[in-house]
Structures are given as structure tokens and as C-alpha cells.
């Protein structure tokens, strides 16, 4: 079993940045970030492979969005710039038992098997 802990979320301007961390119990593979807002379902924002070789993102936030990862802290990572309030949403960390990330499955949430609890990143106009 692995422990997903997120931290970092909060409030900010329309163009501001915000970066929020993943800290995972033990190592793992292809990790991602999804979103949700109340009343739909939860949206795959970026992943990343085992070794950070691969990277995939939705098209909402190419370019705005980067996610990264420090495998000797167990950590992911996801760099927000140029925020808009349609970034808002309740941002889940995710790891998969797979150690790559499919540009055919990343962003489907059953690919993955571990969830946080969530961080809430609000952007305001």
C-alpha cells in the first residue's frame, strides 16, 4: 500500500503561480495529477513516468502546467503558472502500479491505484 500525502494548495490572482508536492510513502511508479470540482468528475491534469522520461498533459494547461518529480524524495510535483479561475478545483495526486505512463490511459483515474486526500487550489478573477 502506498500513502499519497499532497501539500502546497491555496488561494491566488488570475496569472499568479502555485506550486503543489506529492510525498509518497515508498517509491513509485508513473504518478500523475487530476482535478475535481463539485458535481463532475475528476479530470486528468498531467502524469509522469517512473523515471520522469515521459510526460503527458491535458490540453487545458499545456504550456501553464508542469509536472515534475524527485525520485530520491519520493516526491512529484506540479508547477502552476498563468492560473485561471477554471484552474479551480480540488487537485488529487496519483500513483499507478505500472512503472510507465500510456498516452492512451494516464488520464483515465481507473489507471491509477493510489490516491491522496486531495489540496484545494482556488484562483480568483
Known amino acids: 500500500q502506498v500513502q499519497l500525502v499532497e501539500s502546497g494548495g491555496g488561494s491566488v490572482q488570475a496569472g499568479g503561480s502555485l506550486r503543489i508536492s506529492c510525498t509518497a510513502s515508498?517509491?513509485?511508479?508513473?504518478m500523475g495529477w487530476f482535478r475535481q470540482v463539485p458535481g463532475k468528475g475528476r479530470e486528468g491534469v498531467a502524469a509522469i513516468s517512473a523515471g520522469g522520461g515521459r510526460t503527458y498533459y491535458a490540453d487545458s494547461v499545456k504550456g501553464r502546467l508542469t509536472i515534475s518529480r524527485d525520485n530520491a524524495k519520493n516526491t512529484e510535483y506540479l508547477q502552476m503558472n498563468s492560473l485561471k479561475p477554471e484552474d479551480t478545483a480540488m487537485y488529487y495526486c496519483?500513483?499507478?502500479?505500472?512503472?510507465?505512463?500510456?498516452?492512451?490511459?494516464?488520464?483515465?483515474?481507473?489507471?491509477?491505484?493510489?490516491w491522496g486526500q486531495g489540496t484545494q487550489v482556488t484562483v480568483s478573477s
Open positions: 515508498t517509491s513509485s511508479a508513473c
Open positions: 496519483a500513483a499507478a502500479r505500472t512503472n510507465d505512463c500510456y498516452s492512451g490511459s494516464w488520464y483515465n483515474p481507473r489507471t491509477f491505484n493510489y
